[in-house]
């Protein structure tokens, strides 16, 4: 019996051991989880994303809001306090739903669209809504340059480019029609500035986030010289150096959570702000592109292909390669402004009925779209769109355009030809990064939203002739945050080391070598010489009837 006895409390002690190792472990667990807060301010919503030091997206929480308050054809305004309150209110749900994450946060970076800049006074309250990225109002030209530059000016045939460049400066807009507000005009922020700000009490913002019609020496990463013969941003845009931000650079403390913040927001006091870049810049991180041989193409509003480079280059020239969210490089970038936009113009003009269906199904309006691409070949039975429904920079007259129309073609052809269009478009960059890189790009890292169809990444495959990769989370401009912010705050000795750690491929895409047959001739055919045979027609559009402006 007292062997018995014994052997029950031996077990019994046993039983104890393990309970203890367990709860150890369990507590070691708790103890050890550390996790970083991305802010990805958009057009249309703030998300709010709570990430693992291996790059797992722990929790999420978005805010809706409406894009922009038109109050005049063509203007794009919204209240700035709308993304201070989208921020507050994402953070508090994350507090609420996802304590043990937001409780071990060590380090908070934001990301936020570009161009679009806040007026704010002494005490960094905006004195009036901002202009976003898509507001077209125009302003006066205010760049009055000597005979010698007039010359050099319509040499290199930029006369028309510089023209728009300045119109479409938000700032000269303000101190012409509201000048008021420009001289109690403390601070000109983007908005990462301003809920940078808002977070740490310090006009402070990342060198990365400076995209835009800001005055930035794009080559030097710094605010320009008006008196530097070259810098055209800074007599474009003649900003007030005191006027603007004190830059730091990208993956550096920036400042830390004000008590007032964490009585708003309650995320922790003190709590380390790390300097980001905008939503592009940080893509192109969050995709793991670091060298000129990979490309990362952003499927978003407006698309993009860009790489990441050590020297300053121009695939386009006199359009600046934007500052790198890798502290140091460069982004040499080729946008199609209003890019995949455009799907929303079609679901606008022709969808209709899928719409319907969608809603029917109860799944996402996408999906039945994607369902139309597969009723059309590649090639749209010849169909080819040139999607130049806004004009940029560099071709300030430039309009859309659809040829090839037949009986044939119907709403399948329509919408995949679109498609086709806007990835010929950014080809078309790779080939001009390609040119001035002098190195040739190998594989695509692809994000945004368009970029979570298959079909859509599949076409871009065929279409590049290249291996396509999508990561493991679709919100990427937030992992790219997410990736400095880790490194910002020691977590990660390096960017390079927060990358491969961080940075996790889920899918890959290989052309299809029937398809990029046909691609290829109607690329080289017809796409290639499309904008240079209707050039003069664009121009003849313009001075007929006045538009585009």
């Known amino acids: 019996m007292r062997c018995k006895n014994g052997v029950f409390y031996f077990l019994y002690k046993i039983k104890l051991l393990y309970i203890f190792l367990f709860f150890s472990l369990l507590l070691k667990k708790t103890y050890d989880l550390k996790t970083i807060l991305s802010i990805d301010c958009g057009t249309q919503s ?33 209240d700035a306090e709308v993304y201070w309150e989208a921020l507050i209110t994402a953070c508090r749900s994350l507090k609420r739903e996802s304590p043990e994450y937001f409780g071990a946060i060590t380090g908070i970076g934001v990301t936020t669209m570009r161009d679009s800049m806040v007026n704010v006074d002494r005490e960094g309250k905006p004195l009036r809504p901002i202009m976003v990225w898509l507001d077209q109002r125009k302003a006066k030209p205010v760049y009055k340059p000597g005979i010698g530059m007039k010359l050099l000016i319509w040499f290199i045939g930029m006369r028309d480019s510089i023209k728009k460049a300045q119109r479409d400066g938000k700032c000269n807009w303000i101190r012409q029609k509201q000048p008021e507000i420009w001289k109690k005009t403390h601070k000109f922020l983007q908005v990462s500035g301003y809920l940078n700000y808002m977070l740490t009490g310090d006009f402070k913002d990342s060198v990365a986030s400076q995209i835009g019609h800001v005055p930035f020496d794009y080559k030097r990463l710094k605010w320009g010289n008006p008196k530097n013969l070259l810098t055209f941003s800074a007599k474009l845009y ?34 380390p702000v790390i300097a980001c870049g905008s939503d592009k810049g940080c893509e192109t991180l969050g995709m793991g592109v670091l060298t000129n041989s990979i490309a990362s193409l952003s499927f978003g509003t407006t698309a993009t292909i860009q790489t990441t480079s050590k020297r300053y280059l121009e695939p386009i020239p006199f359009m600046p390669a934007y500052p790198a969210v890798f502290s140091g490089f460069f982004n040499p970038e080729v946008e199609i402004f209003r890019g995949f936009w455009m799907i929303s113009w079609f679901k606008n003009e022709f969808a209709h009925k899928e719409i319907e ?3 029917e199904r109860g799944i996402q309006e996408e999906e ?76 695509l890292a692809v994000s945004g939203g368009a970029s979570q169809s298959d079909e859509i990444c599949q076409i871009a495959a065929d279409i590049f002739n290249l291996p396509v990769i999508r990561g493991r989370t679709a919100e990427t401009s937030g992992l790219g945050a997410a990736v400095l912010t880790a490194f910002g705050t020691g977590n990660y000795k390096t960017v390079e080391e927060a990358v491969g750690e961080m940075v996790q491929i889920k899918d890959e895409f290989y052309p299809n070598l029937n398809h990029v047959k046909v691609y290829a001739q109607l690329y080289k055919k017809v796409y290639k010489k499309m904008y240079r045979k209707l050039e003069p027609f664009y121009h003849a559009i313009r001075d007929i009837t006045g538009y585009p402006e």
């Not at 603007?244 to 959570?257: D, R, S």
Request: glycine share 8%; aromatic share 6%.
């Open 46 to 78: 703030l998300r709010a994303l709570i990430f693992s030091l291996k790059g797992d997206l722990l929790a999420v929480q978005r805010v809706k809001y409406e894009p922009y308050v038109s109050l005049n054809p063509g203007w794009a305004e919204q």
């Open 238 to 271: 003649p900003v007030e150096k005191d006027k603007l931000a004190e830059l730091v650079n990208p993956g550096e403390i920036l400042g830390h959570i004000t008590k007032s913040a964490s009585t708003d927001s309650g995320l922790p006091e003190n709590l």
């Open 357 to 359: 269906e969608a809603k």
């Open 368 to 443: 039945v779209l994607n369902e139309l691409l597969c009723q059309s070949p590649p090639g749209s039975m010849g169909l080819m769109v040139q999607p130049y429904w806004s004009p940029g920079l560099s071709q300030p007259a430039a309009k859309g355009a659809i040829i090839g129309f037949g009986d044939v073609h119907k709403k399948p052809h329509i919408y995949r030809a679109v498609i086709e269009g806007l990835v010929y478009a950014l080809k078309e960059g790779k080939e001009k990064i390609e040119k001035v890189s002098k190195t040739k790009i190998h594989r």
